[in-house]
């Protein structure tokens, strides 16, 4: 099993659209979360981090369940420039340096 | 405020040869990790350093290998290349080591083995 697991996608949703993503995480014992953005050959560039009472910055909010270890992202009315990547990002319970990534979510939006 | 840098953008080695990447931090940060990132997955973590030391280690051979310098730069070196490890090679600085900082990557390094 992927330490952290994410659904490839694509999700191809029309513009205005609210689409949600989920990941799993292996280790209970995990304690930062992130989701990173990346765009078709470029570098990942950070989202947001995910709290524990969740989180939310304009629109996109970020949730936490630590007893089902998932995370998800929401992202509401949806642009043109949110297609891209989403990653997925946990830190290492027994290497708290050591940043585990998910193979990220494909997100299509179509005008 | 400087961002990370990284050089070259792209580089083509042949298998068995040997190849350098270098990596400026983003002004304040002290701490460099380096990614590797095949097609369509996630980055996969190489190792970091923190303090011109390394200060952990992925699932990679000794034939991956790095250094930091006293203003927080970093190379990360490549021996003995095998057509696997074409890639494309992130750095991200942090504000330190801990996981809970926020890494920033640069643009990357696209390596391409013949």
């Known amino acids: 099993r992927k330490e952290v697991e994410q659904d490839p996608g694509p999700f191809n949703v029309p513009e205005g659209a609210t689409v949600a993503f989920n990941c799993t995480y292996s280790?209970?014992?995990?304690?930062?979360f992130f989701w990173y953005r990346q765009d078709c050959r470029k570098e990942p560039k950070l989202l947001m981090s995910?709290?524990?009472s969740g989180n939310e910055d304009g629109r996109f909010t970020a949730q936490l369940n630590r007893a089902s270890q998932y995370i998800s992202l929401l992202i509401r009315d949806s642009k043109l420039s949110d297609s891209a990547t989403y990653l997925c990002?946990?830190?290492?319970?027994?290497?708290?340096?050591?940043?585990?990534f998910g193979s990220g979510t494909r997100l299509l939006v179509r005008p | 405020e400087t961002g990370v840098t990284q050089s070259p953008t792209h580089l083509i080695k042949t298998r068995g040869q040997q190849v350098t990447l270098r990596c400026s931090s983003q002004?304040?940060?002290?701490?460099v990790s380096w990614y590797q990132q095949a097609l369509g997955q996630g980055p996969q973590f190489i190792f970091q350093?923190?303090?011109?030391?390394?200060?952990g280690r992925g699932n990679f051979p000794p034939r991956f290998s790095g250094l930091q310098f006293p203003n927080y730069s970093s190379e990360l070196n490549v021996n003995a290349l095998e057509l696997d490890d074409s890639a494309l090679y992130l750095c991200?600085?942090?504000?330190?080591?801990?996981?809970?900082?926020?890494?920033?990557f640069g643009d990357g390094t696209r390596l391409s083995i013949l």
């Open positions: 991200a600085s942090s504000l330190g080591p801990d996981g809970n900082q926020p890494q920033h």
């Open positions: 280790n209970s014992a995990s304690q930062s």
């Open positions: 995910v709290y524990s």
């Open positions: 990002v946990v830190n290492s319970p027994d290497s708290s340096y050591k940043l585990i």
């Open positions: 002004s304040g940060h002290n701490t």
């Open positions: 350093y923190y303090r011109e030391e390394e200060n």
